[in-house]
Antibody, heavy 120, light 107 residues
């Protein structure tokens, strides 16, 4: 059974940093495409970032230059390093597996989410 | 960027009703489209991929159709557990984008 467990969320001041973790079981992160998707309170879904199995990374324009996706194969964990945080980054952040085999980039497994609140 | 426009933003329906949600892409995406269901406080759940393929374990009352720029999600006979918010997502190109969501409410 695939499980994705996010952690690392919390309250941070504007301009601050936070690192989110997504610990995977039932799948190997180095062999999969993994993404972060966020949802601001009461709003819709927004794709944030993706890392390919080969290591290539992609970002939404809203986070490019501020967020970095990475993975630790030994820990089977994906990370999202978030710097220069803004109030508009406040959201629940979900880790998701990108099921490329279905055609295109879409998400078949999701974690439960971790809440990031950017506020002074 | 490809914009995804869903309609309606909300719909009130009764158990047993047929419900149709539409999603329009700002440019052609062939059939690179997915549909998700999300219940309050929960992660989204994949329902449909490649515009019309049913994800394993999803009831057959859910179906998807369309190609190019116009897509539809249909629930043939609404069940109590189907009251939720539904999102489309284009899987064609970066940045990946979602529709604004359609909330299916109890009438």
């Amino acid at each position: 059974e695939v499980q994705l467990v996010e952690s690392g969320g919390g309250l941070v001041q504007p301009g601050g940093s936070l690192r989110l973790s997504c610990a995977a079981s039932g799948l190997t992160v180095r062999s999969n495409f993994m993404s972060w998707v966020r949802q601001a309170p009461g709003k819709g879904l927004e794709w944030v970032s993706l890392i390919y199995s080969g290591g290539s990374t992609f970002y939404a324009d809203s986070v490019k230059g501020r967020f970095t996706i990475s993975r630790d194969n030994s820990k089977n964990t994906v990370y999202l390093q978030m710097n220069s945080l803004r109030a508009e980054d406040t959201a629940v952040y979900y880790c998701a597996r990108d099921q490329r085999d279905y055609g295109g980039n879409l998400f078949d497994y999701w974690g439960q989410g971790t809440l990031v609140t950017v506020s002074s | 960027d490809i914009q995804m426009t869903q309609s309606p933003s909300s719909v009130s329906a009764s158990v047993g009703d047929r419900v149709t949600i539409t999603c329009q892409a700002s440019q052609g995406i062939t059939t690179w489209l997915a549909w998700y269901q999300q219940k309050p406080g929960k992660a989204p759940k994949l329902l449909i991929y490649a515009a019309s393929s049913l994800q394993s374990g999803v009831p057959a009352r859910f179906s998807g159709s369309g190609s190019g720029t116009d897509f539809t999600l249909t629930i043939s006979s609404l069940q109590p557990e189907d009251f939720a918010t539904y999102y489309c997502q284009q899987a064609n190109s970066f940045p990946l984008t979602f529709g604004g969501g359609t909330t299916v409410e109890i009438k």
